[in-house]
């Protein structure tokens, strides 16, 4: 067990959160990384409905009797159903553990949130200090704190996970956690020792064998160098991370010749997405992925990605704490 405010306060083994993951963040995965000792999320993108979330809460806890997380995009074009306050009523009346806003300013649900602190607790995700800090002052929680190098959405102002995570685990009394580029126990204790609570994975989860994307979506990732992902949709002002395949560059070169958003949604669209993850079709979507998968290597189940996490974490505390003898 790794003791911090995070566990603490879920009451969880370990401070490894899995990432909302958009499309790949269903129970099952959810599930796999809550029974192993982390804190899994499921994603409410893809249960757009108050009646479709319900039921994918009561999925995961039919999977597993421990606590997990739901992730609510308030990105604009992203946002589930009309009504954000019907999926947070949802998430309370089930008894979910935390919910993870993310993507645009959670003022909106600031009150309500803060407001039952008893039922569910609030962890609100930024990608600059400033919004961290807005986040703090609004009632969340925790705040987790996503570097340059996260896959999905990252912020313009490109700086990295260390910069970013020791700057608002300084500046933040609530608990900070660490998202972009972490996959190991070395990013892990990295990010202990830079002030924060816990770290946030995505990258590392897709390579796992409960993900159920395709399996050339994991073999890719295998095969793939740190430097093999791509910015793309700076043109429309929604910067995105993700693999540099045939939509990935289909897309840069429409931006520059000045795509419309319309336009560039023949490449970028979820549904578009969503299928090449099912028919295993490499470059038939956006993937969203970060420059971990540098650091991936093998394909195991998750239980054996947070035990390796784990150890290896304990071996770079004790090779530390031997410098210091």
């Known amino acids: ?14 401070p490894i959160m899995q990432g909302g993951m958009q499309h790949l963040g269903v129970p099952e995965l959810a599930a796999a990384v809550s029974e192993a000792g982390g804190l899994g ?3 409410v993108t893809i249960f ?8 994918a809460i009561r999925k995961t806890k039919s999977l597993t009797n421990k606590p997990f997380a739901v992730n609510l995009s308030l990105i604009p074009s992203l946002r589930p159903g009309k009504d954000l306050f019907q999926q947070v009523d949802v998430m309370m009346e089930e008894g979910v553990a935390a919910i993870e806003t993310a993507g645009a300013s959670p003022k909106e649900l600031a009150e309500v949130l803060a407001a039952n602190k008893d039922r569910i607790k609030w962890i609100h995700k930024a990608a600059c200090v400033k919004h961290a800090k807005k986040a703090e002052s609004l009632g969340a929680d925790l705040v987790t704190i996503a570097g340059f190098e996260v896959a999905g959405h990252p912020y313009k102002d490109e700086v990295g996970t260390i910069v970013l995570s ?44 409960e993900c159920w994307i395709h399996e050339n979506f994991k073999n890719w990732i295998v095969n793939a160098e740190e430097a093999d992902t791509a910015i793309c949709q700076r043109t429309i002002n929604n910067m995105v991370r993700v693999a540099n395949n045939g939509a990935a560059k289909k897309c840069l070169e429409m931006e520059a010749q000045g795509a419309t958003l319309e336009q560039l949604m023949s490449v970028i669209s979820g549904k ?42 304990d071996a770079v505390l004790a090779r530390l704490s031997a410098m210091n003898a």
């Open 1 to 14: 067990m790794i003791k911090t405010k995070m566990t603490e306060l879920f009451g969880i083994q370990y």
């Open 166 to 209: 020791n700057r608002t685990s300084r500046e933040l009394t609530v608990p900070v956690l660490a998202a972009g580029g972490i996959t190991d126990g070395r990013g892990l204790v990295a990010a202990l020792a830079l002030g924060c609570e816990g770290v946030v994975m995505g990258t590392r989860f897709v390579a796992s064998k």
């Open 41 to 43: 999320t499921i994603n």
């Open 272 to 313: 578009k997405g969503h299928a090449a993850y099912e028919s295993g079709d490499i470059d038939g979507g956006m993937f969203g992925i970060g420059p971990a998968i540098g650091l991936i290597h093998d394909i195991p189940s998750v239980k054996e990605i947070i035990d390796g996490m784990v150890a290896e974490a």
């Open 48 to 55: 757009p409905e108050p009646e479709n979330l319900r039921a």
